[in-house]
């Protein structure tokens, strides 16, 4: 069992989004059509299933994720806005529509707000954070004490 809250909480919400994801695909087999709810299911899924992930492999222990809650919203709420905002523009583009940093605009959300933007967040944030979220050497240290305890605890109860 999962004993802190965070990892529990990025579980759930990491099954809640491949769910959404599941049932977003499920909708394309519907007979007559997709329904119009399907690929909202997808836009809400992914970004939630993915800020889970990011969650789940940045906790630390009972600590959580510490200040990287923060950049991890963002880049959820961005991938969340940015699919819904592509869904969301009328289904009016053609070769004379007007183009957003030289891109139709849903290309452009994609490209730059899904894409680009967490690309450049991330890494930021990880390397803001790095000090106070790795081990510092006399915590490895006690890490490698732990172990030789370990080791000679586990010899003498063979021996």
Do not use: C, H
């Amino acid at each position: 069992m999962i004993a802190d809250t965070t990892r529990r909480a990025a579980l759930a919400a990491l099954v809640a989004g491949i769910l959404a994801i599941a049932v977003g695909y499920a909708g394309a087999f519907i007979p007559g059509g997709t329904p119009a709810w399907a690929p909202w299911l997808l836009a809400l899924g992914i970004p939630v299933a993915l800020g889970a992930i990011m969650i789940l492999g940045a906790a630390r222990g009972r600590m959580g994720i510490g200040p990287l809650k923060y950049p991890f919203a963002f880049v959820v709420a961005a991938l969340a806005a940015g699919f819904g905002a592509a869904l969301a523009l009328p289904a009016t583009e053609g070769p004379l529509s007007e183009l957003w940093l030289g891109l139709p605009a849903r290309a452009a959300i994609v490209i730059y707000g899904i894409g680009l933007l967490p690309i450049i967040v991330l890494p930021v944030a990880y390397a803001l954070t790095f000090e106070a979220q790795t081990l510092n050497a006399e915590a490895v240290e006690r890490v490698r004490a732990l172990g030789r305890e370990n080791r000679s605890r586990t010899e003498d109860q063979t021996s």
